[in-house]
Structure formats: structure tokens, C-alpha cells
């Protein structure tokens, strides 16, 4: 992430970074170009993500990349957002990852439609194309779900014992 932002704020276009105050102890992720935003925990920090980016990308990375990625590619399908999600698949990296989804498809765990959510390319200019061509077809069926948080507040339950 250093890198990536660090080439992004030497070509004068600006970074924001979301950080969980627990990576900061130690300087753990070192100096931060361009603003920096504090949040309490990695949720808190993929919902801000969520709010304030345009697009998602991942470049190659481990486990915390992956669980952002999917993270967001599910949050598209439940249509909590609408944003295209897209890898940077640098010299085949997400080769295997892209089969697996496919094979997901074949199996019928991901449908056609929710496929269409991740797109994949292998330079930075057919990608950002990608993404800004990209169209979000929403399920019918899960576009009906309302996520504001009054939503997700639950009713009280009657629990009265009639004898």
C-alpha cells in the first residue's frame, strides 16, 4: 500500500488513507501520504471505504486483500452498494482465484449475474476502461433489502404467554 500511494501522491493525484488505530501503535504501516483518517476497527474501516471511494482495485496481495475484496464483491451482490470492484492481475496473479469463481459459477454457489461484479485485467489502463464501462445489474430479488440502519434495528417480539 506504501508504494502504490506513495507513486500516487508523487503524481499529484490525492490519498486517503483509512487506518485502524491499532496499526498506528509502533508506526506499524509507516508515514502516510496525503490525508489520513483514524477508525477503530477494520469494519469501521471498510464501511468509510465503501463510503468514500468511486471503485475498488486489488493488486496482488494476502489475506487481508482477499477479505477486502470479498468483502466488497458481497456487499455489491446484497446491493448495500454499487460500485465496480476490480483485480489488477499482474502477470497472472488471480489466475487461480479468477477459476475458482468461475468454477463457483459452473457449480451454481455464484449466479452469472453476480459474476459480473468482479471484473479482471491485466494492465492499469484496461482496467480503469473496465471500470468506468461497468454497469451494475442488481438481483431483483436482493435489491428489495433496505440497509439503512433503522432497517436493521429489530421489532420488539411479543413473548406474552396466553393460557
Known amino acids: ?15 486517503l488513507g483509512i487506518i485502524p488505530s491499532a496499526f498506528t501503535i509502533n508506526n506499524l504501516v509507516g508515514e ?16 468509510m471505504m465503501m463510503e468514500l471511494s468511486d471503485a475498488f482495485i486489488a493488486l496482488p496481495g494476502g489475506f487481508g486483500t482477499l477479505e477486502e475484496l470479498f468483502q466488497m464483491i458481497s456487499w455489491a451482490q446484497l446491493s448495500i452498494h454499487n ?12 489466475n487461480g482465484l479468477l477459476s475458482f469463481v468461475d468454477h463457483a459459477v459452473k457449480q451454481e454457489f455464484i449466479t ?7 471484473i479482471s485485467a491485466t494492465t492499469a489502463d484496461e482496467l480503469v ?3 468506468q464501462a461497468f454497469r451494475f445489474e442488481s438481483d431483483p430479488a436482493l435489491s428489495k433489502l433496505k440497509w439503512s440502519p433503522s432497517s436493521s434495528q429489530k421489532e420488539k417480539l411479543d413473548l406474552t404467554l396466553r393460557l
Do not use: W, Y
Open 129 to 131: 476502461d473496465k471500470l
Open 83 to 94: 460500485k465496480p470492484i476490480g483485480v489488477l492481475n499482474i502477470n497472472g496473479f488471480f
Open 32 to 47: 502516510t501520504c496525503g490525508k489520513e483518517i483514524k477508525v477503530a476497527t477494520m469494519q469501521e474501516r471498510l464501511v
Open 112 to 118: 452469472p449475474r453476480a459474476r459480473k461484479i468482479l
Open 1 to 15: 500500500m506504501g508504494c502504490v500511494s506513495t507513486a500516487v501522491a508523487q503524481h499529484e493525484r490525492q490519498v
